[in-house]
Structures are given as structure tokens and as C-alpha cells.
């Protein structure tokens, strides 16, 4: 189960031991059989293989596959969590290219909103326009899609590329005020709503996150991470030992 400790999937242990072969079907609960029933999407498993290669940011993933096929989720959030969910429904390379943009049209518009030096939410958002690239090389190869230089679909796929790039480029523009203040962590950590290990988690925090300092106390840090299913920074403590001076 190397997606479920990779990705931060938070699956039940029947559901685990199902998947495993070792309890049959019908023992599952109908909570499980929901979350079994988004498991066998292939959007959820294409995603699910980008994040455990390395080949997206991971928080992102395991944000999106949290909420797969969910109903109640924030409108930004959602356009981009429907890009995979499309690849459920169809195998029409324009209508998925279609997703894509409309995302992409959304996270530049928060980006352009976006203060150029608050680094957590810039960098939360080029993780998931990083997301839509990785999820589109992936379609083309399962789709064997092959077109001339000269299609409009390449086209438009290059020149989100470079928007997204560019928008990258900006991000890691430094800040050596508000650097100092940053962190990072190389291996995922748990964010509690208090200093104490036994506390209400909050998130799981990825090594592709940014972390803001904003207090320490005792082995805890107080500190400010970038949630994709909320599209907002959130705050709550993360054990200070955790914790990575960026390069």
C-alpha cells in the first residue's frame, strides 16, 4: 500500500485488508464501498501513480484525492479537482484540455491576485497549476493522442505551460525578509491544533509545502502552510524537530 503511506490516503483497516485480498467484499461498510468506488476512477488511480513516482506535488495530490468526487468543495478548488474526474467520463482530449484550461484561467487570476511575497499561498498555487501539467502528460501517453505540430490543442496546452512557468519563475523570487521565516520538511509531518502530540490533526504537511514560522513554543512551532482543499493558508503546530532551513 504504497499510495496510502505515500499520499497520506486515510484508508480503514477493511478497507485495506480488502484491498489486500484478505477480507472478501461484502464485509465492507457502505462508507467504504463510497471510497472504494472513487478508488476505481481512473482519474483517482492516474492521479494516485503521478504523486507516488514523484512526478507531482504530493500535498496537492493527496488534497485532491481526499476530496474525489465530493460534493461540497470550494469553486476554484473544484474546477481543478474536476480535471481528473473528466478523465472518468470521457476520452475526448479537447473536452479534458477544455478542464484544464478552465482551471488554469482560475489559478492565474489568483495568482495575479496574490501578494508577490506571500510565498505559502503563491507556491500552493503553482503546485496545482504544476498538477495540471503532470496530469496532462499523463493523458496524452494513456490516450496515445498524436497530432501535428500545428494543433490547436498542443497550442494551447504550450502556452499554459509557459504562463505556468512564468508564474513558477515568480514564486521563487526571493524575499530575504520573509525568507528568513520559511521552512520546509523532508518527510511528511502532522499539523495539530495545539503544541501537543495527542492534539486534534489538523492536516498532514508534504515535503512540496512551504512552511511559514509565525511562533515557537517549547519543541512546537506555531506555523502557516498553504491547504488546497480550502484554498487558503491555515495555521496550527508542527514539532519544531520537523522542521528544514531551505537551500
Do not use: C
Not at 494516485?48 to 493527496?62: D, F, K, L, M, T
Not at 512557468?165 to 526571493?174: H, I, L
Request: charge should be neutral; charged fraction near 25%.
Amino acid at each position: 500500500m504504497e499510495a496510502k503511506s505515500r499520499l497520506g490516503l486515510h484508508l480503514s483497516k477493511s478497507l485495506v485488508s480488502v484491498l489486500g485480498g484478505a477480507k472478501p467484499f461484502y464485509t465492507l461498510s457502505d462508507l467504504d464501498r463510497h471510497s472504494l468506488l472513487k478508488m476505481s476512477g481512473r482519474g483517482f488511480g492516474t492521479l494516485a501513480a503521478i504523486g507516488v513516482e514523484g512526478r507531482g506535488p504530493v500535498g496537492a495530490i493527496s488534497d485532491l484525492l481526499a476530496a474525489y468526487g465530493e460534493l461540497d468543495r470550494p469553486p476554484g478548488f473544484d474546477m481543478v479537482a474536476a480535471v481528473p474526474e473528466i478523465f472518468d467520463t470521457t476520452d475526448d482530449v479537447r473536452t479534458i484540455v477544455k478542464s484544464i484550461e478552465g482551471a488554469w484561467d482560475w489559478l492565474a487570476g489568483q495568482l495575479a491576485a496574490t501578494s508577490k511575497t506571500d510565498l505559502v499561498t503563491t507556491q500552493g498555487l503553482v503546485a496545482l497549476a504544476s498538477l495540471l501539467l503532470a496530469f496532462w502528460s499523463v493523458i496524452v501517453a494513456q490516450l496515445d493522442y498524436k497530432g501535428s505540430a500545428e494543433d490547436p490543442t498542443k497550442a494551447q496546452i504550450e502556452q499554459i505551460r509557459q504562463e505556468i512557468r512564468n508564474a513558477a519563475n515568480e514564486a521563487v523570487r526571493r524575499d530575504d525578509d520573509r525568507e528568513r521565516h520559511i521552512r520546509s520538511i523532508d518527510r511528511p509531518a502532522p499539523l495539530r491544533d495545539e503544541p501537543d502530540g495527542r492534539s486534534q490533526l489538523r492536516r498532514t504537511v508534504f515535503p512540496d509545502q512551504l512552511i511559514r514560522v509565525r511562533d515557537t513554543r517549547g519543541l512546537w512551532a506555531y506555523v502557516e502552510v498553504y491547504d488546497y482543499a480550502s484554498n487558503q493558508p491555515i495555521s496550527g503546530w508542527i514539532s519544531r524537530a520537523r522542521l528544514r532551513r531551505r537551500n
